[in-house]
Every structure is written in C-alpha cells, then in structure tokens.
C-alpha cells in the first residue's frame, strides 16, 4: 500500500518530545516523522501533517484535532490518546472508550485507514507501575475498537524488550530517540512497509549504588515529578500556547 496523505494525531508521544532536533517545527523530530521520512521515499506528491500536542488529554485530542484531521482528507491517520488520560488519579474508562470509539470511527468512514497504539505496559517503569491496571483495560478497549474499524493496532503493551533508562528521556516519561525511532519501526511493520530502518543503539547505562540510585530518583523528582504535579494542581498543561508542528499537509525531507 503506498500513502500519500498522512495525518498524525495526539499527545507528546506523536508530537515527537524527547527526540530532541532543534531544526524542526516545536523543536523535535520523533517516531511519526521518521514514519512520514519513509513513506515520502518515491513519492513527490508525499503531504504530512502532525496536529499532536503536548499535554493533551484523549477528550481534547478527539475534539481539536479529528475534525481538522478529516478536512485534510488523509489516506493514512495514526491517533494516539489516553496516556495522559490514565495518569489521573480518577478516570472514567468506559466512558473514555465510547468517545474513542467514535472518533476512530468517523476517521474510518473518512477513507483514511487508521493506526492506533495501545500504552507501554507501565510495570516496567516503577515511578508510574501503579496504573498498570487501569492501562490493561484502557489497552483492551484499543484492540476492540481497532478490530471495529478495521484498524491497525501498534500493541506497544507487548513491546517488553526495552530497559526504561535506554529508551526513555531523562523525565521518564517521554520517549528518547532510540524509543521513537523503535516505534517508527513498529508502525512501518505493522503496515507491511519496507523500509532501511534499524534500531538505535542505546545508550549505556551504568548501574548505580543504591544510594546513588536514591539521590538520582530524589533529583528526578525535583526537576521533572514536581512541575508535572504542579500542572495538574492549577489546572495547567505542558501544551499550553503550543501549536500544531505541521498544521498542514506538506513535504518532509
């Protein structure tokens, strides 16, 4: 299947922080322009456009960018929503799945075909495990939807090969360049695209004396635990006064 006209939807993930390039739009690069970089190969009437925002929770994703996202008239979409979502300490799942279900379905009857992705499992990363059970069943609505609408699902629950401190950023909560260029790997298979892509060889990681470990984590918590705890008490976002990196379909080199 060759894709001329592809959409990106969602949160940081798609947005590409943690793949640090300060040459591109809002300053990173990620899986979904490394996905757009391959499916441009041959094809110079190639658009991209990646309406992702930092911050944003699946309710806000669904309402500011599916609409813009369909008048684009995409042929391939990938949306990705609700990590955000389970991290509150409340949240309502079912509720949550009915509103996704009706976007991706509304993508869907749009012509575009639709890549979903459920959540890494989160019992790999011991600062946030304690969601892991609201993730499993946030991930088991994602696969019933997709086998609904005929979508395809990037199943990064059952992606366990990776370290945290290898493929995450220093804030442990985003994706690092070796984390999106192994998703943009993933979405390339899971179409059935070739492609030259390989692995990034992590970084390596030393292991730490247990008292260093603890200050490491004390330090992480300072700078990185605390803003984000800030944020959620006064109502604020990471996304706020951010835009769209590509609002528009156009050429990515």
């Not at 990590?83 to 279900?101: E, I, T, W």
């Not at 609201?134 to 696969?143: D, K, Q, S």
Request: with cysteine.
């Amino acid at each position: 299947m060759t894709y001329l006209r592809y959409v990106a939807v969602g949160d940081s993930f798609t947005e590409g922080v943690g793949d640090v390039d300060p040459t591109r739009p809002n300053g990173c690069r990620g899986w979904a322009d490394r996905v757009a970089e391959v499916l441009a190969t041959g094809s110079p009437e190639f658009g991209y456009a990646n309406l992702a925002i930092r911050g944003r929770k699946l309710p806000a994703i669904i309402e500011e960018q599916v609409g813009p996202a369909i008048e684009l008239g995409p042929d391939l979409v990938t949306i990705h929503g609700g990590g955000n979502d389970v991290l509150r300490p409340k949240v309502d799942l079912d509720g949550l799945a009915a509103s996704y279900d009706e976007a991706v379905g509304r993508l869907a009857a749009s012509g575009a075909h639709v890549v979903m992705f459920t959540i890494a499992d989160p019992g790999l990363n011991p600062v946030i495990k304690m969601i892991r059970g609201r993730t499993a069943i946030f991930n088991e609505w994602v696969r019933e939807i997709a086998d609904k609408h005929g979508a395809t699902v990037v199943d990064m629950w059952r992606m366990r090969g990776w370290k945290v401190a290898e493929v995450m950023d220093v804030d442990r909560l985003h994706l690092n360049p070796v984390g999106h260029q192994a998703v943009a790997i993933a979405v390339l298979d899971a179409l059935g695209i070739e492609h030259d892509l390989e692995e990034l060889a992590p970084a390596v990681v030393p292991e730490l004396p247990r008292r260093a470990q603890r200050q490491a984590d004390l330090e992480w918590a300072r700078t990185h635990l605390a803003p984000w705890v800030a944020r959620r008490i006064t109502g604020r976002s990471s996304g706020d006064g951010v835009e769209p990196k590509r609002p528009g379909l156009s050429p990515i080199g």
